[in-house]
């Protein structure tokens, strides 16, 4: 079966239905167009074998109202929780977490909408605090695919520890190392038991490691701390490959979005992805 083209995908959108939507800027449509790309890819390849006896789950932490609207423009995209409904080959089930409950009212309606309400479960909440009730209903032998898209440095790691203990799951994580770590070193550094803190685990010992790097650079912070979570995705999580791309705004970088997988093919299917832009272009991200 064919894999949904991402503009066909968009215009299943394009009709106003009355919800709500998530206004985003230009940058956001090239971070959706690749997880489209990756599900697409992953489910078309993984569904169905017989290792997934239980099927592909889809998990997703921070989803919104399932439809994006650019900023200035009435061009409408599928939030990751309806690219997740319109995956050609279906996920058995799809994880939906949100702490608006305006966002998970207009996300159940819309699934319903595209037929996969009897395969979804929508959470109004805290996604660190319900990740035990999803990882409790994640069957033993299903692979999973969590998209983790806060914000913010809003993720716990003890959030992915608990997601990763369920199985094979396969992640994308948008790390906000411009707009947040960055922006907001100084008090991270002073502080304790703050957001990054909280991101990097108890373990990564980021304060007396940023403390011996010889050049405080915007790039070379952005690159160190990019460094330590894939450290603390290795060392502490059980990934084998991990990758990130920066996703850049009008005035430079914004953030990382910080893939890892538990089996090296997990990378192939992410580079293939990553090969070309929506437009056909080489090279997803700069």
């Known amino acids: 079966m064919a894999q949904l083209r991402w503009d066909d995908a968009c215009e299943r959108v394009q009709a ?70 319109m995956a050609t ?26 037929g996969a309400k009897d395969r979804s479960t929508v ?24 998209f983790v898209d806060p914000e913010g440095l809003d993720v716990d790691f003890r959030t992915l520890r608990k997601l990763s203990d369920a199985g094979r799951v396969d992640l994308l994580v948008l790390f906000a190392d411009a707009y947040d770590a960055l922006r907001n070193l100084e008090s991270f550094i002073s502080g304790s038991d703050n957001r990054l803190d909280r991101m990097l685990g108890p373990k990564s010992n980021w304060r007396q490691r940023i403390g011996e790097l010889p050049n405080w650079d915007p790039n070379n912070l952005r690159e160190f701390f990019s460094k330590q979570y894939i450290d603390v995705l290795k060392s502490q ?32 299917f992410w580079h293939k992805v990553d090969a070309k832009d929506r437009h056909g272009n080489k090279g997803l991200f700069g």
Request: aromatic share 8%; with cysteine; glycine share 8%.
């Open 16 to 85: 106003d239905d009355g919800l709500p939507v998530r206004e985003v800027g230009g940058w956001s449509e090239d971070k959706l167009f690749v997880w489209h790309s990756y599900i697409q890819t992953t489910t078309s390849s993984m569904v169905g074998k017989p290792q997934w006896s239980a099927g592909l789950v889809y998990c997703d932490l921070f989803a919104g109202p399932g439809v994006c609207r650019l900023k200035d423009s009435t061009r409408r995209l599928p939030g990751s929780p309806l690219i997740a409904a």
């Open 89 to 114: 080959k279906p996920f058995s089930h799809i994880f939906v977490v949100d702490s608006d409950a305006r966002n998970t009212a207009a996300c159940s309606k819309r699934l319903e909408a595209f």
């Open 123 to 146: 959470l109004t909440g805290d996604s660190n605090e319900l990740v035990d009730q999803i990882v409790k209903s994640i069957p033993k032998k299903a692979l999973t695919l969590a």
């Open 237 to 268: 999580l059980g990934y084998v490959v991990a990758d990130t791309k920066i996703v850049r705004g009008p005035n430079g970088p914004l953030y990382r979005l910080v893939y890892a997988s538990k089996h090296p093919r997990g990378l192939d």
